[in-house]
């Protein structure tokens, strides 16, 4: 609509029937039938009970998923380590593969230095240059629910069960477990006797000696 | 130590001289101690052993957990110096009297 001129601060040039008119308002009557359209207002909200304080965006969850820890560039399928510290400390081992939780999967292989399957975290291994093929063997029933600790089904304990000594703590390895062994070492042997010395390599354990500098050993 | 380990014995760690505290002429530092890791020479070589895990092993008259043996846990920091004296944090300070005694630093966490 054309600017309305001001004849001076709230006065203006055209009347207010004149400018009914101008704004058409009569025709939007007749099209509504006589009466001017009222919009609805919205539903008013009902007033909630609580106002915070301040106005805080809710964080948002974070979708960021934790990987599995970085394998260090020197260990790779196959690679011989050397386990620094635990039960088998100084042993020459097999690295199989790094499961999801980010241990090393390894194997002695168990026939030859005694080593089962086993996990191992990657700060307490040294890598070396030395590598056993490893194409042969199968590891995909490995994984970290592999080696959960078997669960004991505790009944309810009467009285008198409550003093005697749970001597049910069995420390035998399940049988499946020492087949999936001997399925495992079978491959790698056969892969171990193929080189020279790698037999005796990995039976033999790894110990500082007498004037020894780690840091200026390669491995 | 390890419960009756029989059979071969390795040494997996470097043998290290606790050498005092951190100290100025007057004053030390107890909560940081002072370590000569063997055959560690100059500055550039402790970048290797920056990080890893070190224990403080003595012998004590009364048994914990079985055995006489105690030992106090630490971390090599940094280097102290340019001779390759390496300073060290333990999870208690030491006591004055491991000075001059060995400490084992291991070569754990390891990088390798």
């Not at chain 1, 009944?155 to 495992?184: G, H, M, Y």
């Not at chain 2, 055959?39 to 895990?53: D, F, I, L, Q, S």
């Not at chain 2, 300073?87 to 390891?110: D, H, I, Q, T």
């Amino acid at each position: 609509m054309a600017p309305q001129s001001k004849l001076s601060l709230g006065i203006k040039r055209a009347s207010r029937s004149h400018t009914y008119h101008r704004r058409g308002l009569w025709a939007i009557k007749a099209k509504h039938g006589g009466a001017f359209p009222k919009a609805e207002k919205p539903a008013a909200a009902a007033e909630p009970k609580f106002y915070p304080a301040d106005d805080v965006k809710p964080r948002a969850p974070s979708t960021r998923k934790p990987n599995p820890t970085k394998l260090r560039s020197s260990v790779t399928p196959g690679t011989v380590l050397i386990l620094l510290a635990g039960r088998f400390m100084g042993k020459r081992v097999v690295f199989l593969k790094q499961l999801k939780s980010g241990l090393l999967l390894i194997t002695g292989p168990f026939k030859i230095n005694g080593v089962p399957i086993r996990r191992v975290n990657q700060a307490y291994v040294m890598a070396t240059s030395t590598k056993v093929d490893i194409s042969s063997v199968n590891l995909d029933k490995f994984d970290d629910k592999y080696f959960a600790r078997a669960k004991r089904i505790k009944a309810k304990k009467t009285e008198r069960e409550l003093f005697e000594t749970e001597k049910e703590a069995t420390k035998n390895l399940p049988d499946f477990k020492k087949d999936d062994q001997k399925v495992i070492d079978a491959e790698l042997v056969k892969a171990i006797e193929a080189v020279p010395d790698l037999k005796t390599y990995l039976g033999a354990r790894f110990s500082l000696r007498d004037g020894d500098k780690p840091h200026e050993m390669t491995f | 130590m390890v419960k009756g380990r029989t059979g071969q014995r390795v040494r997996l760690y470097v043998r290290g001289t606790i050498l005092g505290f951190k100290r100025s002429k007057s004053n030390q530092y107890e909560n940081t101690s002072l370590v000569q890791i063997e055959g560690v020479n100059t500055k550039e070589e402790v970048a290797w052993y920056a990080g890893k895990r070190m224990a403080y092993v003595y012998k004590t008259k009364t048994k914990s957990s079985g055995t006489h043996y105690r030992c106090i846990w630490g971390k090599v920091t940094r280097p102290h110096g340019n001779s390759g004296v390496v300073r060290a944090k333990f999870k208690s300070n030491l006591p004055a009297e491991s000075m001059g005694r060995k400490v084992r630093v291991f070569m754990y966490p390891s990088s390798i």
